[in-house]
């Protein structure tokens, strides 16, 4: 059975300021780096009125088999962010070099926060299709997950700030 994690911060700024800055390609490189990628790259795929699908390809640092850093190996990965900017949701997709047998996957909402301000709820899904291992890798995923969503949210507030 596939892991999840769920989380959610409160900004000052206005939803709208919010989505604009979560789609912003110097905020989607910027993230990726604070969270230790070696380095990132963000292209357009669609842009309409409705919609903005986004890819961001990152270069990391390779993991051992117990989930430390092996600064020794690069490993490439892509992630596909789909968002529909009249709901303010977005959906994602993660590969990396173990292709279908490791997917990661999540979704973003904005919404306005009472009182004002806007308010990011993140959800995250991990399935990992090797047997005997799936379960505890899925556990290390979800764990290095919850280490970089303070990250994120720090990087998203420095944006913000500007």
Not at 22 to 36: H, M, S, V, W
Not at 37 to 56: F, N, P, W
Not at 77 to 90: D, R
């Amino acid at each position: 059975m596939p892991k999840t994690y769920s989380t959610s911060n409160d900004h000052d700024a206005s939803p709208k300021k919010v989505l604009e800055t979560l789609t912003d390609p110097e905020f989607l490189i910027e993230r990726e780096k604070a969270q230790g990628a070696i380095d990132a790259e963000v292209q357009e795929v669609k842009r309409s009125e409705k919609e903005l699908v986004l890819r961001l390809d990152a270069t990391e640092y390779g993991r051992t088999m117990t989930g430390a850093l092996d600064k020794s190996k690069q490993e490439k990965s892509s992630t596909l962010y789909n968002w529909n900017l009249e709901t303010m949701n977005g959906d994602w997709t993660y590969e990396g070099t173990h292709g279908k047998r490791i997917q990661i996957s999540g979704s973003f909402k904005v919404s306005p926060k009472e009182g004002g301000g806007a308010r990011v709820a993140s959800h995250f899904h991990v399935k990992v299709d090797i047997p005997l291992l799936g379960g505890k890798i899925e556990k290390m995923v979800i764990k290095e997950i919850e280490k970089s969503t303070p990250i994120s949210a720090k990087v998203l507030r420095r944006f913000l700030s500007v």
